[in-house]
């Protein structure tokens, strides 16, 4: 057997994983048997495509293909050419393996309900989850269901303090490969609904605290609230301007590894003044201060 498997697939020796796949995908679905009926060419076409794509996606095999070539052999006919996804005790890949009409139509079909997608020769399922803004900050339980030919339901749990975005594997629990030998990873995407009264950014937490014009020009304190519902005193001084931003430091979000701050964004509510006694206060205090009115 003397075959180029990078030739085969119309790759450099150098190309990289992504690659590799995109190239399979196209030339699997332009040499498919069931676009070519009765055509024994492309159906040998099609088997060869995939036994070059299942070495080259192997990095253990894919090495060890490298390294003969590197040695000058063309005769790979001792080569181990079975699937990442096992092929039993043969010395040499066999299409008896595979199922390449389940295979293709896994391959080319839209992802299915439940957010959750998978392609030929890859084990590892993706889903996306959205959990409650509290989950989120103490952990807790999430069920999920993953929609396939049937459906099921996996507990996951939610670590404290995970951030919008990040995901989580769930070893095990992907697609089982072709008679069963191995089976993917479950990987989650974990999606955080927002708070009505804190926002965050990264670890750190930002909250708004409103303030009148007295408190913004003598200075004072007032408590405020962290997203794990302490009590904490904030020191207002005097002359505090409208948006002044406060960091209270180590009062964010907590993970096993890190701890974010807490940032106070300060409001000034300037209220109408109607009386007559307040107005001429006012101004009295105006022109001891210097200012226009």
């Known amino acids: 057997m003397n075959k180029d498997y990078y030739k085969i697939l119309g790759l450099d020796e150098k190309a990289g994983a992504e ?7 196209i030339l699997a679905k332009k040499h498919h048997p069931d676009a070519h009926p009765n055509d024994k060419k492309a159906e040998e076409r ?3 495509i995939s036994e070059a794509y299942s070495v080259l996606s192997d990095e253990k095999k894919r090495a060890q293909y490298d390294q003969m070539r590197r040695l000058g052999a063309t005769d790979f006919s001792g080569f181990d050419y079975r699937s990442r996804a096992g092929a039993g005790g043969r010395g040499s890949f066999s299409f008896d393996d595979f199922n390449f009409n389940d295979i293709f139509s896994q391959f080319f079909s839209q ?8 392609m030929p020769e890859e084990l590892d399922l993706q889903a996306e989850i959205t959990v409650p803004f509290e989950t989120a900050l103490h952990g807790g339980k999430q069920m999920v269901t993953l929609q396939g030919e049937t459906s099921k339901k996996i507990a996951v749990t939610i670590p404290a303090g995970i951030e919008d975005g990040k995901r989580i594997r769930l070893s095990g629990q992907g697609r089982v ?6 089976r993917g990873d479950l990987f989650i995407t974990i999606h955080v609904q927002p708070h009505p009264r804190f926002r965050r950014q990264g670890l750190d937490v930002y909250s708004t605290a409103e303030i009148n014009v007295v408190q ?9 609230s962290t ?10 001084p005097a002359g505090t301007q409208n948006d002044r931003l406060f960091k209270l430091r180590g009062l964010g979000i907590k993970t ?7 940032y106070v964004s300060v409001r000034v509510h300037i209220p109408a003044v109607t009386l007559e006694a307040a107005k001429q206060t006012l101004k ?10």
Request: glycine share 16%.
């Open 111 to 118: 992802t299915r309900g439940g957010g959750f997608s998978a």
């Open 227 to 236: 997203v794990y519902g302490q009590k904490v005193e904030l020191k207002i």
């Open 177 to 182: 490969s072709a008679g069963g030998r191995q």
């Open 19 to 25: 690659e590799i796949k995109k190239a399979y995908r």
């Open 46 to 48: 099609f088997k060869e």
């Open 216 to 224: 913004a020009l003598l200075g004072s304190s007032l408590l405020v």
């Open 256 to 262: 096993e590894r890190a701890t974010g701050d807490f």
């Open 284 to 293: 009295k205090f105006a022109a001891q201060m210097g200012l226009d009115y």
